[in-house]
């Protein structure tokens, strides 16, 4: 397995898959994404780079070994907080099936799980028994880049500023923090429903200005 660990979450480690290619969740329609998968931060900058797409394509194989739920749990023996996905998703149900037996088998580890596969039916039952798990955060993300979000549903959506943060959501403040997570866990935070993630990237910032010209 190769697990990732990303500057800006200060230290917690995580485990992720090549973006697009592994989110079926991204699709809009036939060769059109969803607006905030379009501006995907994961496929530009070091995402590009062969290094940092070698684990990724590794642990795409990688899962499907039958020791891969205990090898996981023992590696996450000493972490308090882990993250899935900083890029890429859960593509299909056997996947899902046993991320869901590590998160059971670490009840010391606060899970954060962000995802769009809560768009098909057969992972409903899956995701459910996730969510009722007291360590773990999973958040459907909103595929919306202007705010928009369902209450109830989504746990996450993309704002063009800071000061477009809607009332009721939790407004990411790594941005004004250099891009750093710092000593903040509310992505992890059962109590927190809604994270607003400021826009952030010329991609992402592109496909804002098209929506809103639209």
Request: hydrophobic share 40%; proline share 5%.
């Amino acid at each position: 397995m190769k697990i990732s660990v990303t500057s800006k979450l200060d230290g917690v480690r995580s485990w992720s898959l090549e973006a697009l290619d592994t989110c079926p969740g991204s699709i809009a329609a036939p060769g059109q994404l969803v607006d905030a998968c379009a501006g995907c931060y994961a496929t530009t900058g070091n995402y590009r780079f062969a290094n940092v797409k070698a684990p990724r394509a590794h642990n795409k194989k990688d899962w499907q070994r039958l020791a891969w739920v205990d090898d996981m749990a023992a590696e996450l023996e000493k972490d308090t907080y882990f993250r899935w996905f900083d890029s890429g998703d859960m593509y299909t149900l056997a996947l899902a099936e046993k991320i869901l037996e590590v998160m059971k088998r670490t009840p010391w580890v606060k899970h954060w799980l962000p995802t769009r596969m809560h768009k098909f039916p057969k992972f409903r039952l899956v995701l459910a028994e996730m969510q009722a798990l007291k360590n773990v955060s999973v958040r459907f993300s909103s595929d919306s880049v202007t705010g928009e979000y369902t209450k109830g549903l989504h746990g996450s959506v993309i704002v063009p500023t800071p000061g477009d943060a809607k009332r009721g959501t939790k407004l990411c403040g790594a941005y004004d923090n250099n891009g750093q997570c710092g000593p903040c866990r509310a992505c992890y935070d059962k109590k927190v429903k809604v994270i607003a993630y400021p826009a952030h990237g010329r991609k992402m910032n592109k496909i804002i200005m098209l929506k809103k010209a639209a």
